[in-house]
């Protein structure tokens, strides 16, 4: 079980959290102009890299608050927490 | 038999941890036996000179004691009687109690006497991987073959009734967790301790002391028991530390979440009603690995004749226990650690025939000790055979040569009923491993030791690799003071020393990891690598020959290491074996995985209380113990307890859940719906947020009014419906499924915050805040009117689909005109503490007017009678709103909402989706089964095409008929044809499509 | 090949086993082959053995980084059956089973096929509703199912708890009677033998890094032991499959998970059929040598780290000590892990790419291992043909695409 560090409440066990997939994938603006094929990039297709890997967690139990985490996932170390809105901290944006 | 006759008076042994004054009376095969308190099982069946306790798992061949702890192969014992009976304790870990009962397991009519030895006679026709070979033929037998393979193996025989005992589990953080108290573990509690961290050291024996138990060395210049109490005394005296013997840290897992298992009564016997074990989950800001090492044994011809035991192992009975495992003695070695077992038996009265070394020069001072006590040495020999019946009776060395391949002529013959081997040391590594922790190969101690790991951990003492005493001593003390510091904690001043002992210079060991059998005996003899599972080295070599050749292909075809030691003694070995097979270094073969847990631990232990009824939470509405004393029957929903149906004298299901539908349509119907799931929605953007979140539109909903509502997931399928109210401008009230309720919010939360943060808009989960009581039925209005003075419930007042906020009986109420029967209705929501007073004054005052509660069932009925959907019945994550009929609630003109897009995606086009209709069996009465499938042609061949099941069907009260609804492709046009669905019984029924919306389908009832 | 049996046994027991040839060689690679399979599972394996026996394609390699049969074939739970809800899942199940009835005999290895029987447990309404509609299609399916009462569930398994006090009582089960286990290792093994009988090379310790194409379409792979030519290219690389399909640039809905599964000590014969539920989340059989066999479902986060966490055990645990209460005295010897790939519907792809000459096997999730036979014989086909049997072309990747997704979420809740 993982130590996660919510950026809103310090470290906590990961049992508190749920997790949210990757990160930095934004709904398109305008849906109806896209083809079937962008769609289903949108809705289904993920890098789900192995190694550092930028994903999303919520503080399910706790704050409720959803943030972005980078963690390597060949190992489980988490290398950054950062807020949802934000870009990769440079030591982690590859 | 003499009691105790192998029991070392204190005259040869003088610092035995037993208290001989202290006698214990227990049962083994049926036999009584006398051992001491202080005494495992195992110490006293060798103080009572019982040798044969356990048969191997393939050959059943006699086996003895091995190892005196968590290592040894061997020695499975059923433990107790009756529900609380433990079956495949190992007997050198199982502490001695007052009337224990124990047995040997795995051998028949006993054994002494086990029939199973036939398997060893055929043992030429079992090499390792034969049951691959064989059994195929006729292929119909294998069933029977599986079935006698099955009886034949498993060890001990599980418990048939409920455990009678309980567990718990304790969570605790920590700045140092120590694995191990021996002499490292101990001097880096103490280092650590001092600095005032909080320190937990865990043993998984009885006492803590490690090494120091069963050795004579001195520490600090005083014995080492001397010592080890003072340490002790120290660590006891520390506030933040804490010292837990019986535990055993079973796991090392992600970011230093550590599992140990404390065992707390098993040495008291049964009959304590403390939990019999714990399971303590620790989060430690450091880990000090101090697990020790294992000793390893020689691969040599009749190495598991019963008296053939780890050199370390018959230490440990003398100096531990006062018990002699065997009066003449061979030492067979190739490290000089078993120059000081032989010192120690010798002093303890032993007649050490000879020491047998692989090497050609053991180290100084390890000669020395022999020769102080006339003990001779025969270097660069080996033994060759063993001899004896059930027993070693004596032993043949012969020369080794050069190469270690071979002998060079000339035997040797020692009688002797002890053996004791010692093939190096392998650190305890496992641990360490379990968190994805690499190791290194120690080429001249022949073992991993630890490398990199990415946790806060290391490894000292001879978990490390370090096998000297003073070394183990100056690394716990230098690990215990750097994890402090690591964590925060340093003693100010100048650093003081740690403990200390003499070092002792050794001379490397010599790895011989095939033992030459007699010249011409190559072929005759078994030299076991695994004993547990009567693995040879015969059985690794073929598995090499027949390209078995990763390491994990040779145990598994093998099954090397398999068994419940998990392999502790024979790893090494083996992977010496088949990298020498192979032409390989060993290094390159590589090391199976170290998996959890080190040793096994109780699987109660690991659910803890968390079991039985409480294994998850009950939840329960404000109105359920009303509930049950009317004599509810309750469905799980979720982890909610629901009403089903309330039967009343001899009634059965059907019949209460027929009075209570014809009630609500007659009468007035009341249901408990506080499990619906309520968020509160504000916010300037809660309408634009309404608006993505649904299909249809919400802009224009006004305060007081009502609407339905359903949600989307992305790819288009229903997840979710409701009926959202507008509070105030701004405001909302959505409601959810009673099972959807969590994940539902969750999914707004995730999208405000994830997609959306710009949009003003807040939620929050109200569903325990509020009692819903829901009464239906035509004298519904009359009932509320009754009760509530500040609502006008008139339908101008309070039409279909809105709210009002007012009073009723005497609780402040919001009021909703909202239906799920098709009747009038009126869902009335009120602070949770006042559910249970308003439910009572509803059935008071409902009373003349027949007002009758009904439960899910009735309602599942009642929504089925008007067509209205179950999302998660009619639904099931592959239907869209339109295959629902639902054309009318996706809204045309908004630009944009969840699921939108995927809505127009080449399947969801087709025509022959399945899409719900209504179905009537042609016979009136017919009830068809939920799930049944329909098809279009009964006699197709299978498979048969199928078009559909039906989702929902009862027996309607009001209709006088049984109803269905049913998705059926295409269904939506193909009204008023006749379709089949062959029943498991063997029968078909017809039934035809219709529509859904069986009863009152003007809506007439609902708006009046 | 020379056969095994108990007389080729006694045969070699006379020469103490030094005869016995090697099960498979051990070749280099050679510089090119028709097909080059990446992954040496019991996926990629039987799809070899496939494509020599059912198409006459025996220029072809298995290509394993590892050793054979070292990712999900040989640390999963082994459970077989093939009572899935939708038809395109039951179809290729139960192809899949039918060939495990037989394969012992087909690759002349004992994979100890052990139809004991599979029980899904139902513990509530919707429980019920939903295996009665999955029983129903069963049977219209031509797979064994049947219902069970908890009267009934006692008698079959009688250490389980079927009380109307638990929690979540036991109120039903679907019963297959021609599911059950089979001894995984073998399954691998067994292909592996075959396909090298039939010419197949099988290459161990040789990883791919990286897959080369020509104008839209494979020319072969890059390994760790050199450049391997490949008129086509199939990947079965359970747990990887992303990895491997980004090296050609090709996007897979696909997720990694770590899986975790664990056994008990072995203990004599206590239960004697698989018991799987979802309300209770776990499943559990004894196996031939005695251990309780017992695995839950995936871990959320995506992972690759073949080892689990804590949590996942605890409540696999509390899971089994419910359903069998006398089971909380036995003890836990081994848990590990796996990394399974998952698709958005919890159904596989078994698919052409967009990319000429490359395919695809995988998303198989926890259930991978009861459809090897059926997988490799699919695939073998997809390759061979080019185009889809019509078993897989369900599970194309257009599905994606097209919306026409087989969600099996509901019939597979729980791992399996």
Not at chain 3, 262 to 287: R, T
């Amino acid at each position: 079980m993982l130590i996660i560090d919510c950026p809103y409440c310090g470290k906590r066990d990961e049992a508190e959290f749920h997790y949210g997939g990757e990160a930095h994938i934004v709904r398109p603006e305008n849906p109806s102009e896209l083809s079937d094929e962008a769609w289903a990039e949108y809705l289904f297709m993920r890098s789900n890299t192995k190694g550092r890997f930028l994903e999303r967690w919520v503080h399910s139990e706790g704050c409720r608050r959803w943030f972005n985490m980078a963690r390597n996932t060949a190992n489980n170390e988490v290398e950054a927490v950062y807020l949802m809105g934000e870009t990769p901290p440079k030591e982690v944006s590859k | 038999m003499t009691r105790q006759a192998n029991r070392l008076g204190t005259d040869l042994v003088a610092g035995a941890r037993i208290d001989r004054s202290k006698s214990i009376w227990f049962t083994f095969n049926g036999r009584r036996y006398e051992g001491h308190e202080g005494d495992t099982l195992a110490s006293a069946l060798v103080a009572n000179d019982v040798q044969l306790v356990a048969r191997s798992f393939k050959y059943h061949r006699p086996r003895g004691f091995f190892g005196a702890g968590a290592e040894d192969p061997c020695v499975m014992v059923q433990v107790g009687v009756g529900a609380e009976t433990l079956p495949n304790l190992r007997a050198t870990q199982v502490e001695l109690y007052d009337g224990l009962v124990a047995d040997s397991v795995n051998a028949w009519p006993s054994v002494n006497h086990d029939v199973g030895i036939v398997n060893d006679l055929m043992s030429r026709l079992l090499p390792a991987g034969f049951y691959y070979k064989t059994f195929m033929w006729p292929a119909s037998w294998w069933t029977t073959y599986e079935h006698v393979i099955r009886n034949a193996a498993g060890m001990g025989v599980a418990p048939k009734q409920p455990d009678p005992d309980t567990y718990d589990h304790m969570h605790i953080h920590c700045d140092v967790l120590i694995v191990g108290g021996g002499p490292s573990g101990l001097a880096a509690a103490l280092a650590a301790g001092r600095t005032g961290a909080r320190v937990i050291i865990v043993d998984e024996q009885s006492e803590m002391g490690g090494s120091i138990l069963a050795s004579r060395l001195l520490v600090d210049d005083k014995p080492g028991a001397e010592w080890l109490a003072s340490a002790l005394a120290e660590l006891g005296a520390m506030e933040e530390v804490r010292v837990m013997p019986r535990t055993t840290a079973f796991g090392h897992y992600d970011h230093n979440h550590m599992g140990l298992l404390e065992r707390r009564t098993d040495h008291l016997g049964p009959g304590h009603d403390i939990a019999r074990q714990r399971m303590w989950k620790v989060r430690a800001g450091q880990v000090i690995h101090a697990g020790g090492a294992i000793e390893r044994s020689l691969v040599f011809a009749g190495n598991d004749r019963p008296g053939v035991m780890l050199a370390s192992a018959a230490a440990t009975y003398v100096n531990r226990w006062a018990a002699r495992p065997g009066q003449k003695t061979v030492i067979f070695t190739n490290n000089d650690s078993a120059y000081g077992v032989a010192a120690d038996l010798a002093d303890a009265g032993i007649s050490v025939q000879a020491i047998v070394d692989l090497r050609v020069e053991p180290g100084a001072a390890a000669l020395e000790e022999a020769s102080a006590r006339n003990i001779e040495v025969l270097t660069a020999s080996c033994v060759v055979e063993t001899r004896g019946k059930r027993a070693v009776e004596g032993v043949t060395v012969m020369k080794l040569n050069d190469a270690g391949d071979g002998v060079v002529v000339g035997e040797r013959r020692f009688d002797c009923g002890l053996v004791a081997v010692s093939g190096g040391w392998s650190p305890a590594v496992h641990l360490h491993c379990h968190a994805g922790g690499k190791v290194d190969y120690d080429e001249i101690q022949g073992c991993f030791v630890p490398g990199k790991t990415l946790e806060a951990a290391r490894s000292v003492g001879a978990a490390n690799g370090q096998l000297d005493l003073a070394d183990c001593l100056t690394a716990g003390w230098q690990a215990g003071t750097n994890a402090a510091a690591d964590t925060g904690f340093r003693k100010p001043g100048k650093v003081p020393k740690g403990p200390t002992a003499t070092a002792v210079e050794v001379s490397p060991p010599r790895h011989v990891w095939i033992i030459p059998a007699k010249p011409g005996e190559e072929n005759k003899v078994k030299r076991f690598v695994d004993l547990q599972n009567d693995v040879t080295d015969a059985d690794v070599r073929l598995a090499a020959r027949e390209g078995y050749r990763s390491v994990e292909h040779l145990k598994r075809y093998t099954t090397l290491g398999m068994g419940t030691d998990q392999g502790k003694t024979s790893n090494i070995p083996g992977l010496g074996i088949l990298a020498a097979e192979l032409e390989k270094s060993l290094p390159d073969v590589g090391t199976t995985t170290f998996r959890p847990p080190y040793t096994a631990i109780t699987m109660g232990a690991i659910a803890g209380r968390y079991t039985g009824q409480m294994l998850e939470p009950v939840r329960r509405s404000p109105m359920h113990h009303w509930h049950e004393n009317h004599g509810a029957a309750f469905e799980d929903v979720g982890q909610w307890k629901r009403p089903w149906y309330y039967p009343q004298d001899g009634e059965d299901m059907h019949a209460a859940v027929a009075r209570e539908c014809l009630a609500a349509r007659n009468a007035i119907g009341i249901l408990d719906a506080t499990t619906l799931g309520k968020i509160d929605i504000q916010g300037p953007d809660a309408s634009e947020f309404l608006n993505r979140i649904y299909t249809n539109a919400w802009s224009k909903l006004a305060v007081g009014r009502c609407r339905y509502g359903l949600m989307l997931s992305e790819d288009g399928m229903v997840m979710d419906d409701g009926v959202t109210s507008c509070i105030s401008d701004n405001r909302y009230l959505m409601t959810t499924t009673s099972g959807n309720a969590a994940s539902v919010m969750g999914w707004l939360e995730e999208w405000l915050q994830t997609e959306w943060p710009d949009l003003k808009v807040w939620c929050n989960s109200i569903s325990e805040y509020w009692a819903t009581l829901t009464i239906s039925g035509p004298f519904a209005r009359d009932l509320l009117a009754e009760l509530c003075s500040d609502i006008d419930v008139s339908n101008d007042g309070l039409p279909f689909m809105s709210w009002r906020e007012g009073t009723v009986a005497g609780a402040p109420a919001r009021v909703f005109r909202i239906s799920f029967t098709g009747e009038v209705s009126f869902e009335i929501n009120v602070p949770a503490s006042h559910g249970l007073g308003l439910w009572q004054a509803l059935m008071t005052a409902g009373e003349k007017y027949g007002i009758t509660p009904y439960g899910t069932e009735a309602m599942h009925v009642l929504r089925a009678e008007k067509g209205y959907i179950i999302v998660g019945q009619e639904t099931d994550g592959t239907m869209t709103p339109y295959d629902l009929d639902m054309d009318w609630i996706v809204s045309k003109k908004k630009p944009d909402f969840i699921g939108k897009r995927s809505l127009g995606r080449a399947d969801f086009l087709r025509d022959d989706r399945k899409q719900l209709v209504g179905l009537f069996t042609e016979d009136p009465l017919e009830v068809l089964p939920e799930g049944a499938q329909i098809v279009d042609d009964p006699n197709a061949p299978i498979p048969m095409p199928m078009i559909g099941h039906v989702t929902s069907s009862y027996l309607s009260a009001n209709l006088g008929r049984s109803i269905a609804l049913a998705v059926v492709k295409g269904g939506i046009n193909r009204k008023g044809e006749t379709v089949h669905l062959p029943l498991e019984n063997g029968r078909t029924v017809r039934a035809e499509i219709t529509g859904m919306v069986f009863y009152d389908p003007q809506g007439e009832r609902l708006n009046g | 090949m020379k056969r095994y049996s108990i007389f080729s046994l006694v045969r070699n027991a006379v020469s103490h086993h030094k005869d016995w040839p090697k099960a498979w060689r051990s070749p280099d690679p050679k510089a090119e082959y028709d097909v080059v399979i990446v992954g040496g599972g019991g996926h990629g394996l039987a799809t070899a053995y496939y494509l020599a026996k059912n198409h006459g394609i025996t220029n072809v390699a298995v290509i394993e980084k590892g050793w054979l049969g070292g990712g999900n074939t040989g640390r999963n739970t082994t459970i077989i059956r093939s009572n899935y809800l939708w038809d395109e899942s039951a179809h290729l199940y139960e192809h899949s089973l039918k060939l495990y009835e037989g394969l012992s005999q087909e690759l002349n290895y004992n994979i100890m096929l052990s139809q004991r029987g599979v029980l899904n447990l139902a513990h509530n309404q919707h429980d019920l509703r939903e295996l009665s509609r999955r029983i129903s299609a069963n049977r219209l399916n031509g797979i064994d199912s049947e219902f069970l009462t908890p009267a009934d569930i006692k008698n079959m398994v009688p250490l389980m708890d079927v009380s109307p006090e638990a929690r979540y009582p036991v109120m039903g089960a679907s019963l297959q009677k021609r599911g059950g286990v089979a001894r995984h290792d073998a399954v691998a093994w067994g292909y592996a033998r075959a396909a090298d009988d039939r010419g197949v090379d099988i290459i161990q310790q040789c990883e791919v890094t990286g897959i080369l194409r020509e104008g839209g379409a494979v020319t072969g792979v890059e390994t760790t032991r050199g450049t391997i030519k490949a008129k086509k290219v199939a990947l079965a690389v359970a747990g990887h499959t992303s990895m491997l399909a980004q090296m050609a640039d090709v996007r897979l809905p696909i997720t990694s998970h770590p899986l975790q599964a664990m056994v008990s000590e072995p203990v004599k014969p206590a239960l004697d059929c698989v018991v799987m539920s979802n309300a209770v989340h776990g499943y559990i059989s004894q196996s031939d040598r005695g251990e309780m066999v017992m695995g839950a479902g995936i871990d959320t986060m995506t992972g690759y780290t073949q080892r689990g966490a804590l949590p996942v055990v605890e409540e696999l645990q509390r899971a089994i000590v419910c359903l069998f209460p006398s089971f909380s005295r036995l003890r836990l010897m081994r848990q590990w892990g796996g990394i399974v790939d998952t698709c958005p519907d919890a159904s596989p792809i078994v698919s052409k790419t967009p990319v000429g000459g490359l395919y695809v096997n995988g998303g198989w999730g926890t259930g991978g291992f009861k459809a090897t036979p059926g997988s490799g014989w699919v695939y073998a086909h997809t390759i061979a043909r080019d185009e889809a049997h019509e078993l897989n072309a369900p599970f194309a990747l257009e599905r994606f695409t097209t919306g026409a997704l087989i969600d099996e979420h509901g019939a597979a809740a729980v791992a399996h």
